[in-house]
């Protein structure tokens, strides 16, 4: 597993991200990792259409209002 050195980041920038994983219950480190595993999931982790569908209906979607209904009580939540 590799590592990674990021320089000239702002200081705001910093600052938002300490935010943002303040608010996920989550170390700097966990952050940028998880928003670097939404950017390119690593490759052992895909999934199929199949699976996505199935992870859908699992969760009780069965339309994309009722998705978007989902992510926006979960936005409005924090």
Avoid at 20 to 27: C, D, G, L
Avoid at 52 to 78: F, K, Y
Wanted: net charge negative.
């Amino acid at each position: 597993m590799g590592e990674i050195s990021i320089k000239g980041i702002s200081d705001y920038q910093i600052e938002q991200l300490h935010e943002r994983a303040r608010r996920n219950h989550r170390t700097l480190e966990a952050e940028l990792r998880a928003l670097i595993d939404f950017m390119v999931p690593p490759q052992e982790s895909s999934i199929t259409i199949e699976e996505l569908g199935a992870n859908a209906r699992r969760l009780g979607l069965s339309t994309p209002s009722e998705a978007v209904r989902m992510i926006r009580e979960d936005r409005d939540s924090r």
